[in-house]
């Protein structure tokens, strides 16, 4: 099978070395990843705001990008949730890239029939973050777990794993000092864990800064690096 890797602009920015590892995973279970050039932000940020003749621009120009019929598989739910369900709206030709589009773990699950990658995680204590895309959106919260969990990791209960980070892209930004409680309020719910999982870079960015501005010593990881890492470590 042969699957497009959209990247989105955060992984790029912020986390590119979680879009390698997740062609690294993706190629380590018989995938060919291409990386088409081109790509750009997935236009979220515009369609947020109202803006909708630009983010039609955009979409359009991500058709363009992602012509075919490769699944578009992305370490991202937030990107996922937008080209699936927001797509088709904007203009008729992103009917059918919604159809393909997927967040990594769904792929992975879904789409490939993967449970277990290893035991690469074997003692570790981890908590996962969904992002509100991922589970609200795509209805992909059990996913990540599952593999998780299947790579040898204990994901440890916490009360407010399915509660907003408070990022929310421009929420932050319009209301700062309500993203800021939440983001304390799911920090103070979470028990000792080696580490805190995401598969979304706003909410990473968001809880990881929170978590440094306390003062807490809280690795926060993205789901793509630590799934490879379930990958390569138990191989």
Do not use: I
């Given at each position: 099978?042969?699957?497009s890797l959209f990247a989105t602009c955060l992984a790029d920015r912020f986390f590119?070395?979680?879009?390698?590892?997740?062609?690294?995973l993706l190629r380590s279970l018989d995938v060919d990843v291409v990386v088409p050039p081109g790509q750009t932000c997935c236009g979220q940020p515009a369609f947020n705001t109202g803006r909708q003749d630009e983010a039609r621009r955009i979409a359009r120009h991500i058709v363009r990008v992602f012509a075919g019929k490769d699944p578009v598989v992305m370490p991202s739910g937030s990107c996922a949730a937008m080209l699936r369900r927001e797509y088709?709206?904007?203009?008729?030709?992103?009917?059918?890239?919604?159809?393909?589009a997927y967040e990594l773990a769904e792929f992975l699950v879904k789409v490939l029939g993967v449970r277990e990658l290893g035991g690469g995680l074997r003692?570790?204590?981890?908590?996962?973050?969904?992002?509100c895309h991922a589970l609200r959106g795509l209805g992909a919260g059990e996913e990540p777990v599952?593999?998780?969990?299947?790579?040898?990791?204990?994901?440890?209960?916490?009360?407010?794993?399915?509660?907003?980070?408070?990022?929310?892209?421009?929420?932050?930004?319009?209301?700062?000092?309500?993203?800021?409680?939440?983001?304390?309020?799911?920090?103070?719910?979470?028990p000792p864990v080696?580490?805190?999982?995401?598969?979304?870079?706003?909410?990473?960015?968001?809880?990881?800064?929170?978590?440094?501005?306390?003062?807490?010593?809280?690795?926060?990881?993205?789901?793509?690096?630590?799934?490879?890492?379930?990958?390569?470590?138990?191989?």
């Open positions: 099978m042969r699957v590119a070395e979680a879009a390698a590892d997740a062609v690294r088709p709206e904007l203009l008729p030709e992103g009917r059918d890239l919604a159809s393909r003692g570790q204590r981890l908590a996962y973050h969904p992002g599952t593999l998780l969990e299947g790579a040898g990791a204990e994901v440890v209960p916490w009360d407010a794993a399915h509660e907003c980070c408070g990022f929310g892209g421009l929420f932050s930004v319009k209301f700062p000092a309500v993203s800021v409680g939440m983001a304390d309020r799911k920090l103070d719910a979470l080696d580490a805190l999982v995401s598969g979304d870079g706003g909410c990473l960015l968001h809880l990881g800064g929170r978590a440094r501005r306390l003062g807490r010593d809280l690795p926060v990881r993205h789901l793509a690096s630590v799934l490879w890492e379930g990958r390569n470590g138990g191989s």
